[in-house]
């Protein structure tokens, strides 16, 4: 654009002499105008002005208004975690249709677009797919997204939830090196594994409990992703990585006190009976399923293509929202948990979300 800047001034210096020149015309009479076009336009007549005069108010109103829309700030891609083939109708919004998910709520996607971001909301993962499988999915879907931009590509940053984030690694280790991610930010993500995974995996809590607590979500969650989570195969998987250098990975957390009651119904600012059974193995805070020393743990290096490693920033910005508020809107949340005093929830998520943005740009 700075290029473009003296072209632009005499543009709109032309634009002003027209302007005026069609005073002068209506004045004048073709005489007249005609000797302004030979003085000024270097026009031999009145038509040979209007036509200079056209062609100079279009070019200004052209390149104008497209000077006076902003580049947007990166492409924000929104990486669903482990309940990610849920079902359910999205709310009504006035969003791109990309931008929104079932996973992902209107709120969350309006945050970032709202500072001037672009969102790509991550669809169709496989419940209980690998997490390779999953990342290509993921990887297929962004590259189909950024056919838009032929040329230069926006800076991309990947946001993955839960085990999203381990979604995100897996894209920026295959394609870091060609597209321009900048920053990946995990929320919640289990990147010491899941301690209710090892406890399933391990039989100390059977199957069956779990599949009872998860009665509500068992026909959009499928738990045999479930070993995926283990601290064996996370820590496995993390130890596969070439992260690119120069990028950055940013941990973020959930918390939320515990709902020690079984109750029909609940506060939204209190964990949801659903994570009784899993907020109480893991002895520690939590979102009642990721305890911080999982999402937040300290002195966690990743493998990079180079000499040094990639430290993980832990970000001391903490979402006081339990697991699925962290991401779902707000209504859903209500009618499928039967929840109460949701209103809460897109009040603390604009407020989290918009913390991580100053993360973004910084």
Known sequence: MDILRPLLRVIMSRAKFAS??????????????A????????????????????????????????????????????????????????????????????????????????????????TD?????????NGERVLQQLRDYLTRFPEEKPPIYLVGHSMGGLLALYVANQVGRELPIRKIVTLSTPLEGSHVANCVVDGILPVALVERALESLLPIVDLRAIVQLTTARVHAFLAELRLPQGLSVHAFSGRQPQNRVFLPSWDAPIQSPLYNPFSHLLDEDSDGVVGLSSSRPLNLSL?????SPLVVINEPVIAELDHEEQHMDYRVIAKLFQTDNVDIIPVRQREFYSNMIKVLEQ
């Open 20 to 33: 005026n020149h069609a005073s002068v015309c209506a004045k004048t009479g073709a005489t007249g105008c």
């Open 35 to 122: 000797k302004s076009c030979a003085t000024a336009c270097g026009k031999a007549c009145a038509t040979g002005c209007g036509k200079a005069c056209a062609v100079t108010l279009t070019l200004m109103v052209t390149l104008g208004a497209w000077s006076a829309t902003p580049a947007p700030r990166g492409l924000v891609v929104l990486i669903p975690g482990f309940a990610s083939s849920v079902l359910h109708e999205i709310p009504p919004h006035d969003l791109p249709g990309e931008s929104v998910s079932p996973y992902f709520s209107a709120n969350v996607a309006e945050t970032f677009i709202s500072q001037g971001y672009l969102v790509l909301a991550v």
């Open 125 to 133: 993962l496989k419940g209980a797919g690998e997490l390779v499988e």
């Open 303 to 307: 493998p990079t293509d180079g000499k």
